[in-house]
Nanobody, 114 residues
Framework: QVQLVESGGGLVQAGGSLRLSCAAS????????MGWYRQAPGKQRELVAD???????NYADSVKGRFTISRDNAKNTVYLQMNSLKPEDTAVYYC????????WGQGTQVTVSS
């Protein structure tokens, strides 16, 4: 069984920064892609950014230039540095990890006030 534990969410003013972390633990063979998704109230879950094991990255257009995804393969951890936050970034942020199966974290709330 693999568990993903997220941390780093919270309340911040527009223009501020937050850093999310997601650590995988348990019976991990090999984690390939890792990523961050978000879901705002009344909206579908959407990709924010993902990163391959080789550290190639992909970003949603809405966060390009503001967010940076990174990972530490030795620690099975993925990070999301979020700068210049906007109220429209408010959502529950979920971590995703792909191995033999796909795993999701429990989510962490990010609230950006105007």
């Amino acid at each position: 069984q693999v568990q993903l534990v997220e941390s780093g969410g919270g309340l911040v003013q527009a223009g501020g920064s937050l850093r999310l972390s997601c650590a995988a633990s348990g019976s991990i063979l090999r984690i390939n892609n890792m990523g961050w998704y978000r879901q705002a109230p009344g909206k579908q879950r959407e990709l924010v950014a993902d990163i391959t094991r080789g550290k190639s990255t992909n970003y949603a257009d809405s966060v390009k230039g503001r967010f940076t995804i990174s990972r530490d393969n030795a620690k099975n951890t993925v990070y999301l540095q979020m700068n210049s936050l906007k109220p429209e970034d408010t959502a529950v942020y979920y971590c995703k990890a792909e191995s033999v199966r796909t795993y999701w974290g429990q989510g962490t709330q990010v609230t950006v006030s105007s």
